[in-house]
């Protein structure tokens, strides 16, 4: 068996949720070892362009937030390494922690900061243009296309509500979805008609983007879309009824969900939602970030896939620092209580 590094404090992610909880946690003299995973920096590294975190007036790139709170984490003695966790062992304490090549840590307490990872199409011309007018948050994005029409694609509550979001900024928003009828509650879908009888949003159903077009310099040109009345017509494309499309828009986003990267959590007692992401105690007070786990904290994207945003992350963060410190305080008291109490038998 490998011998296993024991840590204090270890943190799953290098996104905005992990490097908070690792300024806060190196703070609180809780040695944090933070484990990076396949994207370093998180998802806030695809964009060239933070306008909305506070504390930075003309913007700032995500990398180099990230790369400043990295700064800030290590100058605060959290370690950063290279892994990603494929495992965690929660039947004895201290946790087991067991990375993809074989490294294998051991840790009194856990903060999982693994976020979630926006799900995209494949199509051409999406990896090279993300971030240059292809985005999956409209939120963050919107506003920098302003006057420009844009391009939704989804049919969940998120494609409503970006859709909605949108028109605040875009001179039209076109909403394809691959089928006839949409998923999302029919609030939503009440919301977005109310737009589409005000000629702001047009719905494309039973349409399909299949290649973005443009230039990193220059960003989105047009987008080649597919439209089959039968729905999902990119399986249909050989088909004569299959019709192909190019539409001028100078945006694309992506609303077709995020995967939790939860993975490694399975065989845990942890609670997760239908659809993986993780259910801390919440609620008021302490322990907020709690999971049904003693000592493993959840704090981030992976924990809400409601609000998702930097400044929502990092906040979650902080308190899964605070609430590991509270358990690692009453770990150690415990502790002492039991040598003391050893001592005095003797
Ligand atoms: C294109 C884009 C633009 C955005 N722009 C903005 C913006 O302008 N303003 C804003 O507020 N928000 C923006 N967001 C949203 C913001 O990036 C997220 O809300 C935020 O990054 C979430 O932080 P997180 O730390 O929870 O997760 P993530 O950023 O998702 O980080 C997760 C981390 O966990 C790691 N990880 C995953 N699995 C494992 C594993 N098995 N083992 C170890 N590590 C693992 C990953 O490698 C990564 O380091 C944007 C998002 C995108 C996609």
Known sequence: MTDATHRRLIITGTGIAGLSAAIYAGRSNNDPLVIEGTEP????TLTTDVANYP???????????VNR???QATRFGADIEHGVVTEIDDTDRPFRVECKDGTVYTA???IVASGASARTLGVPGEDELMGYGVSTCATCDGAFFRGEEMLV???????MEEASFLTKFASKVYLIHRR???RAEQYWVDRVQEKVDDGEIEILRNTELTEIHGSQSDGVSHVTLAHNESGYP?????EPETETTEHDV???FLAIGHTPNTEYLDGTGVKTDEDGYIITHGGRGSGQTSTDVEGLFGAGDVVDFHYQQAATAGGMGVKAALDADDYLDQLDRTQQAEVAAAESDD
């Not at 920096?41 to 806030?44: A, E």
């Open 250 to 252: 100078g945006a694309v």
């Open 55 to 65: 504390g930075f007036p003309e913007g700032i790139s995500g990398p180099e937030l």
């Open 234 to 238: 990119s399986e249909q494309l050989d």
């Open 153 to 159: 694609v989804g049919g969940g509550d998120a494609a």
């Open 69 to 71: 709170m990295k700064e």
């Open 180 to 182: 006839e009828s949409f």
């Open 41 to 44: 920096g998180g998802q806030l």
């Open 108 to 110: 009194d307490a856990v």
